[in-house]
């Protein structure tokens, strides 16, 4: 069955701290996966998106990584900031019949001064 | 930038009632989508429509139908509303292509009481 598991499920940091959320994944054949930013009161926003062949990809304070061969991904926030908090979803995209998207079930970040 | 807009923040409404949430997409994009959002289960796909009067049932579809007459308009509709279908609803669209971003609206909380 073609699942994501995210993790913690919620996390705490001190503004300026780093933090990394982790993403699992058995999904396959495996098209890419992409992370999303949710603000409170509002739609999810792409940060970034990993493909295959990708390793690493960053957008400014946000890095991730990908290791398709033991299907996990991970984002670590470097000098964490108040707008940080947020939720932060793993979609999964399966090239089958057709496009599927799994969801993760997002992580919870609170940033705190 | 793309902007995909709900009609309503918030809703209230009776059991049985006939509830139309409504999403309008200002990019052409193909693809549209309808997901519900309950803490601890994430988002979960309702119905998609890839095309003009075309619709595909997602993983959760009971009670709920959608109607597309336009490429820019993407309608849900709970025929007869339930409690159980409290929620936030988020419509998102997207162009063709695996590797396309989706572009959420801010959503819509709906409550059956």
């Known amino acids: 069955k073609n699942q994501v598991e995210q993790s913690p499920q919620s996390l705490i940091i001190l503004e300026g701290k780093n933090c990394t959320l982790q993403c699992n994944y058995t999904v396959s054949p495996f098209s890419n996966l992409r992370w999303y930013k949710q603000d409170t009161g509002r739609g999810p926003v792409s940060l970034t998106i990993?493909?295959?062949?990708?390793n690493t990809k960053s957008n400014g304070r946000y890095t991730a990584t990908l290791d398709a061969d033991t299907k996990q991904s991970s984002l670590h926030i470097t000098a964490s900031q108040l707008s940080d908090s947020a939720s932060y979803i793993c979609?999964?995209?399966?090239?089958?019949?057709?496009?599927?998207?799994?969801f993760g079930k997002g992580t919870t970040l609170s940033v705190s001064s | 930038d793309v902007k995909v807009t709900q009609s309503s923040r918030y809703l209230v409404k009776r059991t049985g009632e006939k509830v139309f949430l409504e999403c309008v997409q200002d990019?052409?994009?193909?693809?549209m989508f309808w997901y519900r959002q309950d803490p601890g289960l994430g988002l979960r796909l309702i119905y998609f429509?890839?095309?003009?009067?075309?619709?595909e049932k997602g993983d959760i579809p009971e009670g709920y139908s959608v109607s597309r007459e336009k490429k820019e308009r993407f309608s849900l509709i709970l025929e007869s509303a339930s409690t159980n279908q409290t929620s936030m609803y988020l419509c998102?669209?997207?162009?063709?292509?695996?590797?396309?971003?989706?572009?959420f609206g801010n959503g819509t909380r709906l409550t059956v009481t």
């Open positions: 990993m493909t295959f062949s990708e």
């Open positions: 998102a669209s997207s162009q063709g292509g695996g590797n396309s971003p989706l572009h």
């Open positions: 979609v999964v995209s399966s090239l089958g019949a057709g496009t599927a998207l799994i």
């Open positions: 429509s890839y095309d003009v009067k075309m619709k």
């Open positions: 990019m052409d994009h193909e693809n």
